[in-house]
């Protein structure tokens, strides 16, 4: 069967006909693809977002877990060695149990907390308060009636050593005061030493000299030394007293 061949005409219709036809399916392809391909980013974004809710739901759980383990632990560190007492630092948490010292007392915490412990605050109760200053003997030299003394205060009278039993003791030896130490007796004199070696001369006056502008007598020494000695005061004294007469 012999097919007829199209003329010049024909076959530019036939040509432009099948450019339009792949077009449409060429269009209808890509408008295909590319809505697959979005259907694919939501279905991933979706995955996505389903996994970082799931990550930190298990992220929680392991947190809690972990707090649940280490609070076990604690307590078991505490039944084995006894409660465990630290300084409290500013700011940080301190955990329900806990012993600190804070301010010379001792303090437990009722809950977790980063309050500081003091009386006013619900998280904490006090174990052990601060206790006063303690008070030493003081030593306050010899005895003097016109000083003020206090308890435990030490003074030395009479070659005797006394300790107040009250604050205004009152006189020393008296009722107000304790004898701590008594003088001891004479002890027997030790043997004489061995005479020393003769020293070196002492110094002589060798001349002496007179400033009659600076009221001044000058002492010379015969180790070369020189000591001054001031008349002008003495004068001013005799002047005035002369002038008064």
């Not at 697959?36 to 939501?42: E, G, S």
């Not at 006013?120 to 016109?146: E, Q």
Request: negative net charge; aromatic residues 6%; hydrophobic residues 35%.
């Amino acid at each position: 069967m012999n097919i007829p061949v199209p003329n010049s005409d024909q076959q530019e219709v036939i040509v432009d006909a099948w450019d339009e036809v792949l077009g449409q399916v060429l269009a209808k392809v890509q408008d295909d693809f590319e809505q697959h391909c979005r259907l694919i980013k939501a279905e991933h974004a979706a995955a996505a977002a389903e996994a970082r809710a799931m990550i930190g739901q298990v992220q929680l759980e392991l947190e809690r877990q972990i707090a649940e383990k280490l609070q076990r632990l604690r307590q078991r560190l505490d039944d084995i060695e006894g409660p465990r007492i630290t300084d409290y630092v500013e700011g940080k948490i301190t955990y329900h149990g806990q012993l600190v010292t804070h301010a010379g007392g001792c303090w437990q915490a009722r809950c977790d907390t980063a309050k500081s412990p003091s009386y006013d605050c619900s998280d904490w109760h006090c174990v052990a308060a601060a206790g006063l200053d303690g008070r030493s003997p003081r030593v306050r030299g010899t005895w003097d009636p016109a000083d003020q003394y206090s308890s435990l205060d030490i003074v030395a009278s009479s070659s005797a050593s006394f300790i107040a039993k009250r604050s205004n003791p009152g006189p020393c030896p008296g009722e107000g005061w304790q004898i701590i130490a008594l003088p001891g007796k004479r002890g027997k004199q030790g043997e004489r030493g061995e005479r020393g070696e003769r020293g070196p001369p002492g110094a002589s006056l060798s001349h002496a000299e007179i400033d009659p502008a600076r009221y001044t007598l000058a002492l010379h020494q015969s180790d070369g030394t020189t000591t001054y000695v001031s008349f002008r005061s003495m004068f001013e004294q005799y002047d005035a007293e002369r002038r008064g007469s």
